[in-house]
């Protein structure tokens, strides 16, 4: 069983930054790709920021361009979004996602985290 474990979220000022973190168990051959996806309370989860197979393919939502940065640790099995100069509308459940095989037979496949919670206050 692929699990993912979401940490670094909290409460932060406006204008303050977080790290957040993601940690995939040991069980896996192959990494694709890593996302960072958020649900505001009362909306639909949206994507963040995206890193593929190549760890300088990156996408990132409009509302976040310049201010967060997603990096990935496949040694690691960990994937990283450092979030500068939050907003309040940043306010979110985060979570991380990875498209990975556990062996040569297998598809890859999409596992997701349990979240973490952002809260930005003004």
């Not at 977080?18 to 940690?23: G, Y």
Request: charged share 20%; proline share 1%.
């Amino acid at each position: 069983q692929v699990q993912l474990v979401e940490s670094g979220g909290g409460l932060v000022q406006a204008g303050g930054s977080l790290r957040l973190s993601c940690e995939a168990s040991r069980n896996i051959l192959n990494i694709n790709h890593w996302g960072w996806y958020r649900q505001a309370t009362g909306k639909q989860r949206e994507v963040v920021a995206t890193i593929t197979d190549s760890s300088s393919n990156t996408n990132y939502a409009d509302s976040v361009k310049g201010r967060f940065t997603i990096s990935r640790d496949d040694a690691k099995n960990m994937v990283y979004l450092q979030m500068n100069s939050l907003r309040p509308e940043d306010t979110a459940v985060y979570y991380c996602k990875v498209n990975a095989r556990r062996t040569t037979w297998d598809r890859y496949n999409d596992y997701w985290g349990q979240g973490t919670r952002v809260t930005v206050s003004s």
